[in-house]
């Protein structure tokens, strides 16, 4: 793994009280993601619909607000919101490497943002299909044992 940060989806499955981040997303998907992501030594956060940019170990309450669902005027403004988010946290994003798990729908709203601010994004899950994500994290040995 070579980046500085990684990014990981939220989950529409979740707990049903509030807890870490980390914790509340309950998908298998998530999960594996997230096995993948503690295996580093960089830091890692999760892209939510409702919040933009979480810390793992931030305290959320549950909530139903799907990015998918939600007008292009919302998803340009949360694009916004996620890379100001992150450079609020991880400062000056010139030449920081980027890698992101998440679906389309999420990585088109902070490409453009993060490019701008000079982050070189990775996405390696970018040719595997929605549905076999799961099996591409059980396929690296730390995180589908």
Same mark, same amino acid.
């Given at each position: 793994? @070579?980046?500085? &940060?990684?990014?990981?989806?939220?989950?529409?499955?979740?707990?049903?009280?509030?807890?870490?981040?980390?914790? =509340? $997303? @309950?998908?298998?998907?998530?999960?594996? /993601?997230? #096995? $993948?992501?503690?295996?580093? @030594? #960089?830091?890692?956060?999760? !892209?939510?619909?409702?919040? /933009? !940019?979480?810390?793992?170990?931030?305290?959320?309450?549950?909530?139903?607000?799907?990015?998918?669902?939600?007008? #292009?005027?919302?998803? #340009?403004?949360?694009?916004?919101?996620?890379?100001?988010? =992150?450079?609020?946290?991880?400062?000056? =994003?010139?030449?920081?490497?980027?890698?992101?798990? /998440?679906?389309?729908?999420? &990585?088109?709203?902070?490409?453009?943002?993060?490019?701008? /601010?000079?982050?070189?994004?990775?996405?390696?899950?970018?040719? &595997?299909?929605?549905?076999?994500?799961?099996?591409? $994290?059980?396929?690296?040995?730390?995180?589908?044992?």
């Amino acid at each position: 793994m @070579s980046y500085d &940060v990684l990014l990981v989806s939220c989950s529409y499955e979740k707990l049903d009280h509030p807890t870490e981040a980390r914790e =509340l $997303y @309950s998908a298998d998907r998530f999960r594996l /993601a997230r #096995s $993948y992501a503690e295996r580093s @030594s #960089s830091p890692w956060f999760i !892209l939510s619909g409702e919040h /933009a !940019l979480v810390r793992p170990r931030d305290w959320l309450a549950p909530y139903d607000t799907d990015l998918n669902e939600m007008p #292009s005027h919302y998803r #340009s403004a949360w694009g916004l919101w996620v890379v100001a988010k =992150l450079t609020t946290i991880c400062g000056d =994003l010139d030449g920081l490497v980027v890698e992101i798990h /998440a679906p389309q729908s999420y &990585v088109d709203p902070i490409s453009a943002p993060l490019a701008a /601010a000079g982050a070189t994004l990775q996405l390696p899950l970018a040719g &595997v299909a929605w549905s076999e994500w799961s099996t591409w $994290y059980r396929r690296i040995p730390e995180c589908g044992a």
